[in-house]
């Protein structure tokens, strides 16, 4: 499969989560965060400040395939993200979205912000695709884009390393 990252470069890869994982794909910007099952990511393929993927370090694609032990920690570690999204970046609303009909072979929750600049009437789970692919077309390549998403980052990296 092809992508495009943040910064407009392109990967030929099979899995993301594995290449991001093994080091296969640069990644554009640092890792939010890491813990002995999951990794947290600011998107890769979308500028959206704070829109994090955490991502399993197992091939699974369901909370059903998940060890007590796993769930237990993805459980803490969606909240802890969402605080530091709340207290770093000021973001008032999320969604999350996993699907367990993704073409990932991991599994992987969305924690995606709804920011000002969205200007959405209604922030519903159908306007994400369409935010997602404005953010792309207008921001991909953009290096004020990519500043705002490292700086982004690097704080809640901060955050999240403390917590």
């Known amino acids: 499969m092809k992508i495009t990252d943040t910064s407009g470069k392109e990967h030929d890869i099979s899995c993301i989560a594995c290449a991001i994982q093994d080091g ?5 910007i640092e890792r939010v965060h890491e813990t002995e099952h999951f990794v947290v990511e600011q998107d890769l393929e ?7 993927i955490v991502a399993s370090k197992r091939h699974i694609t369901s909370v059903m395939d998940m060890t007590e032990e796993e769930s ?9 993200c969402r605080q530091a999204m709340q207290e770093v970046l000021n973001i ?12 990932s072979s991991h599994f992987h929750v969305w924690l995606f912000p709804w920011l000002n600049w969205m200007s959405v009437d209604k922030k519903k789970i159908d306007r994400i695709l369409e935010i997602m692919r404005k953010a792309k077309e207008e921001r991909v390549g953009n290096e004020e884009s990519e500043e705002m998403l490292e700086k982004a980052t690097a704080s809640l990296k901060e955050y999240m390393d403390a917590h």
């Open 24 to 28: 296969t794909i640069d990644l554009p």
């Open 46 to 52: 979308y500028p959206i400040e704070g829109f994090l």
């Open 72 to 80: 237990g920690e993805l459980g803490k570690l969606l909240r802890t």
């Open 92 to 103: 008032k609303e999320v969604t999350l979205v996993q699907e367990e009909t993704s073409s």
